[in-house]
């Protein structure tokens, strides 16, 4: 009896193990009535302002919102006000500390040989100029790599500029120009022993003399020097009197720095999951922004989009299954702060962090859609992808899903992770400039958003199975 006894709870633990293993590997399911409910939040979301209501609150009441800088507390103040008032059930924040840096003042000018001033701009990190400015003559390069290979001894003592231009494109892919150049150039341009630096900005409007500011690479202190981005008439111009072949002599004078640190926060706003409340979908924006604007497109539309979306489902007459949180997320420009210190307090609980993204490329129409998650639960991204089509959205199953700017870092610990891709045309048109103002959102297409992210946000809260979220479960994905 005693065998028998063995076998037979042998036999029980294997049925039960295959159970589970079968259960495991079913596939992710979005029910019939979920689906229903979210094509009514995606239809209500199209004509709801509240999205559109918070970003112009933010931007009007706070403005712009320089990480570390004088309105930082206050926008954090702001959003947890906010969320409290639209009815979150929990409002909270988890700190963030990173260097502070601090601008002052800027100005630029050629010297020689045909003395005009330059519209230009500190980048994030650079160090101030000597008392009095630097003056220094210039050397050229069409491309970053030009940099890369030039002899240290064309460079030395002098200001390096890179002068690549972007194009417009739906998909913004030239930023991949841009970006680089903004933050590995100055690094190199240092170690060749570069006075100073100089970019056309990375944006695409070549008529607007809004310089584009952003971060830089530099990471040590000691091993930095003042770098700046001209606007694109001035790269023009500058450019022109290069090309008469003498000598070109400018100066830069900038008072702008690290002054020390500064611990601000992630804010956070949850709406609770009535079966699973440890089960997340993340969503978010960040809230800190450049300072020449008032960080509308950059990122207060993503924030607002976030929020809006998570009201709605709010105001559903019940919870959905699993929480949602909006995550306010801090500092990103100047280095993913937010996102890094998220992901490094919540990577032990990534398998209950079931999908996520973030958006942050603006506030035009979201066009299409991709995704990271198990094979297993790409049925119920289609289900997502179909209640999403109506308005425009396509889905590419070939692209992976990188989560957005600061959820990238979650991704990385191995949150599965939608992309969901704005229309941004024009968006570098305004990037990192005083011209990142409230004028240039449509409340149509901001609706739009808000309509993609409530849907999808509540179909992944509903869904039968997971995404497929566990510590490292996309390697060699390091999202966006």
């Known amino acids: 009896m ?19 293993a079968f259960a495991a590997d079913a596939p992710t399911v979005i029910p019939a009535a979920a689906v229903h409910t979210a094509e009514q939040l995606r239809d209500k979301a199209m004509h709801d302002d509240t999205a559109y209501r918070i970003v112009e609150g933010l931007t009007t009441e706070i403005g712009p919102r320089l990480a570390g800088g004088p309105n930082d507390q ?18 909270y924040t988890e700190p963030v500390s990173y260097p502070l840096w601090e601008r002052r003042s800027e100005s630029g000018e050629i010297v020689a040989p ?13 160090p101030a100029t000597p008392k009095g400015g630097l003056t220094a003559q210039v050397v050229a390069f069409p491309t970053l790599d030009a940099l890369k290979a030039a002899d240290p001894a064309s460079i030395k003592g002098r200001i390096v500029y890179v002068g690549a231009r972007m194009q417009r494109h739906k998909d913004g892919r030239d930023y991949g120009i841009g970006s680089p150049i903004r933050t590995q150039g100055p690094v190199i341009a240092q170690a060749k022993g570069a006075a100073g630096f100089l970019l056309r900005s990375a944006g695409t409007d070549p008529h ?5 500011t952003g971060v830089t690479g530099f990471t040590d202190p000691a091993k930095t020097i003042p770098a700046a981005a001209l606007a694109e008439p001035d790269a023009d111009q500058l450019e ?3 090309a008469h072949g003498q000598p070109v002599q400018v100066k830069m004078e900038l008072d702008c720095g690290i002054t020390g640190q500064y611990t601000g926060a992630n804010v956070i706003g949850e709406i609770t999951g009535r079966k699973y409340p440890k089960q997340v979908v993340d969503i978010g924006g960040h809230l800190d922004s450049w300072d020449p604007g008032t960080g509308a497109i950059d990122d207060g ?5 976030a929020m809006g979306a998570a009201k709605l489902i709010h105001d559903l007459p019940q919870r959905p299954d699993r929480t949602v949180r909006v995550i306010a997320f801090a500092n990103e420009e100047m280095g993913l702060f937010g996102g890094r210190a998220y992901a490094d307090k919540h990577a032990a609980d990534v398998a209950n962090h079931v999908l996520g993204t973030e958006s942050d490329f603006g506030a035009g129409r979201i066009w299409r859609m991709s995704a990271s998650v198990k094979p297993g639960a790409r049925g119920a991204i289609e289900q997502i992808a179909k209640v999403l089509a109506p308005i425009g959205v396509a889905y590419d199953a070939d692209k992976p899903g990188g989560g957005g700017s600061d959820l990238s870092q979650m991704h990385a610990k191995g949150m599965a992770a939608l992309s969901l891709t704005q229309d941004g045309t024009y968006y570098f048109d305004w990037h990192h400039t005083s011209e990142d103002t409230l004028d240039k959102i449509d409340p149509a297409d901001l609706a739009q958003n808000v309509a ?19 510590p490292g479960a996309f390697p060699g994905e390091q999202g966006e």
């Open 2 to 20: 005693r065998r028998l006894r063995l076998s037979l709870l042998a036999a029980s633990v294997v049925l039960a193990s295959s159970a589970s």
């Open 208 to 212: 607007s003399r809004a310089p584009h």
């Open 240 to 242: 022109r009197v290069l």
């Open 452 to 470: 993609v992210y409530a849907a999808y946000a509540y179909m992944a809260a509903q869904a039968k199975g997971d995404f497929g979220s566990a």
């Open 74 to 91: 206050r926008a954090r103040d702001w959003v947890v006000a906010k969320m409290k008032a639209l009815g979150f059930d929990k409002v």
């Open 301 to 305: 539309a993503g924030v607002a989009i």
């Open 114 to 126: 045909f003395p005009q001033k330059l519209v230009l701009t500190a980048l994030g990190y650079s």
